[in-house]
């Protein structure tokens, strides 16, 4: 029999959490496979009537919510699930501060399904940092995760994945924006993972309502990776902007899906997917679509896939640094994207990210 | 004789009959020159007769292959140091133009700095360049020409060299930004760095002080030496053209 020592887990894995600048005991809530680790910050936001909760306690004590804004947003929360967040920011309330969610897989082989609920009531505005996991070689995580934009609200959702080669991973998002809400959705990984689909639906119902999506996509060793991004524009003067920076290393394979629908006048959306290989067994594939059904929209797109040029190797050698060092400026430049629309307070931990990527490319 | 004596006292950097090739093709013939310290000397011709590339094989930049002659600086052998080590011993390169790179001028500006020590003068150098605003910019996209070769030549102050070889630092840049960069020459000389100054149209000439010779190729070739102000007459009045006549190689010119 082996004796799990589950103050040593804890130990590590907050400290894991704490190096990738996750700072989850400042507050927020960390989620160890199925067990609530702890949750800082919901007696603390309860004050001021939001509610922080984990989502078989809400699914308990405020079912009625959960299910009305599941049904709003078209999403279902099962009961059957290890884990995951209610945020509830009530009407004009904004919380600037980030507030950290981190779930993390430490079972060898364990299949962690999370259900997260982000309700932002009208004029409401949140900060959220995500990181999700893996401190053993396989595992699996399924996350479900139902966003509800009120009029006028503001959610920046910052996604930090750091995974194990053997761990699978399938994630979907959905978003439902009302009039004048914005959201900008940030994502990145570190770290090679078995295989990923990624989804995320945004639907802009509202007039005037705006998404941004910035995502930084690191193949690395023998990764699977799909990642999809649909924006519906549905509301009149409704936008999106949706951007990728896809990195091949190694023998990654990397699908990038993004896609933006007009269906209202005066809207406008644009496209843009970049990716640079690094080696000659990784593959990515960019699938910008656009559609329209009406001429009073604008949308664009913009894509490109190739290698480090030359002439951006020669000058940078020039200058005095070694290829592997110009490879790695390179990098840094090429997947720093999105650093402006972060919160300050986020901007530090996203720093940190890129700058160990850019390391490791040399 | 005795200038002669103290120009190879004072040389920092020594061509000697070198002679490139890229891609198989030889670009430049047996092409010597000598840039001495604390002056300027400068290397005029029409387009394509080899100025960028006798400087990228200078610099060591792969794929301008030396096929004969040698490079020294300060008499040491440096012709087969990899580019990096060049650069670090003191030879740095202001590109012509920028490549197109998503890396923003701020972090270029605090890798350089923090390779060559120099983080101690980035406010003061970009502020004299007019720069500083922008940092938050990418290489290369979007830049004016002006902006262009102010921020090539942050660049090369940051790399605090001994030999800075400048192509065509004043092209398609208006008054304003070549009196900046004059200047910034200027600077450069009075810190004893020896300067090899690339120009097409000269016009950047009368800002500079301590200019020493001036170097004219064609094809590939170094035709003519001689002081600065008189070769630059000759090529204001007389055109590139005369020199290949009276004293270029066999090609059809």
């Excluded at chain 2, 406010?123 to 090539?152: C, I, M, P, V, W």
């Amino acid at each position: 029999m082996v004796e799990v020592n589950m103050e040593e887990v804890v130990r590590k894995a907050l400290e894991k959490a704490s190096s990738l600048g996750l700072e989850v005991q400042r507050g927020g809530s960390f989620l160890l496979d199925e067990t609530v680790i702890f949750k800082t910050l919901s007696n603390e936001l309860r004050k001021y009537d939001i509610l922080y909760l984990d989502i078989r306690e809400a699914l308990s004590n405020y079912r009625d919510l959960v299910e009305e804004y599941s049904r709003k947003i078209g999403v279902k929360i099962s009961e059957k699930v290890s884990g995951g967040v209610l945020l509830y920011i009530p009407e004009n309330v904004k919380v600037r501060d980030p507030i950290f969610t981190c779930f993390a897989i430490s079972k060898p082989g364990f299949t962690q399904k999370i259900a997260n609920l982000y309700i932002v009531e009208d004029g409401g505005e949140a900060v959220a940092a995500k990181g999700c996991l893996a401190y053993v070689w396989e595992g699996a995580h399924v996350g479900l995760t139902g966003v509800y934009l009120g009029k006028g609200a503001k959610l920046v959702s910052v996604m930090l994945h750091n995974w194990m080669p053997k761990v699978a991973v399938s994630a979907y998002t959905k978003v439902l924006a009302l009039n004048d809400a914005e959201l900008y959705e940030y994502y990145i990984n570190l770290t090679s993972l078995y295989k990923i689909r990624f989804l995320v639906d945004i639907l802009l119902k509202g007039e005037g309502a705006k998404a941004k999506s910035d995502m930084v996509i690191i193949g690395k060793g023998t990764s699977d990776m799909t990642y999809e991004v649909n924006a519906k524009l549905l509301g009149e003067n409704s936008s999106a902007e949706l951007r990728s920076r896809i990195l091949g290393r190694e023998n990654s394979k990397v699908v990038a899906k993004a896609s933006i629908t007009a269906s209202a006048s005066e809207t406008r959306g644009h496209i843009e997917c970049h990716g640079l290989l690094l080696s000659r067994n990784a593959k990515i594939a960019t699938i910008p679509k656009l559609h329209s059904s009406i001429p009073e929209t604008t949308l664009t797109h913009e894509a490109s896939i190739g290698r480090i040029s030359k002439d951006a190797l020669d000058y940078l050698i020039a200058k005095g640094f070694t290829e592997e060092e110009a490879v790695s400026i390179i990098v840094r430049g090429f997947i720093e994207i999105g650093l402006d629309r972060i919160p300050a307070k986020l901007r530090g931990l996203i720093v940190k990210t890129i700058n160990a990527v850019a390391k490791s490319s040399m | 004789m005795l200038e002669n004596i103290t120009e190879a006292r004072l040389t920092m950097l020594e061509v000697k009959e070198l002679t490139v090739a890229v891609e198989n093709h030889i670009i430049v013939k047996r092409a010597s020159l000598r840039v001495i310290e604390r002056k300027i000397s400068v290397l005029m011709g029409p387009n394509a007769s080899g100025k960028t590339t006798l400087l990228k094989a200078i610099v060591g930049i792969p794929g301008y292959e030396i096929v004969s002659g040698k490079i020294f600086l300060n008499g040491e052998d440096i012709t087969n140091d990899p580019p990096w080590i060049r650069a670090r011993k003191g030879i740095c390169l202001a590109f012509q133009s920028l490549p197109k790179i998503h890396v923003k001028i701020e972090h270029l500006v605090k890798a350089i700095s923090e390779k060559y020590s120099s983080a101690n003068i980035v406010d003061y150098a970009s502020e004299k360049l007019h720069l500083k605003y922008l940092f938050e910019r990418s290489l290369g996209q979007g830049l004016s020409g002006g902006e262009e070769k102010r921020t090539e030549l942050l660049t090369v102050v940051l790399q605090k060299p001994r030999i800075a070889l400048l192509d065509e630092p004043d092209s398609g840049v208006d008054v304003e930004s070549i009196r900046i960069i004059a200047d910034v020459i200027n600077d450069l000389v009075k810190e004893n760095v020896g300067v090899l100054l690339v120009t097409h149209q000269g016009y950047i000439l009368k800002y500079l002080r301590n200019l020493n010779k001036a170097y004219i190729m064609v094809s590939g070739e170094i035709v003519y030496e001689g002081d600065v102000e008189e070769v630059y007459n000759k090529v204001l009045n007389l055109g590139y053209s005369y020199f290949k006549r009276e004293y270029g190689g066999k090609e059809a010119w």
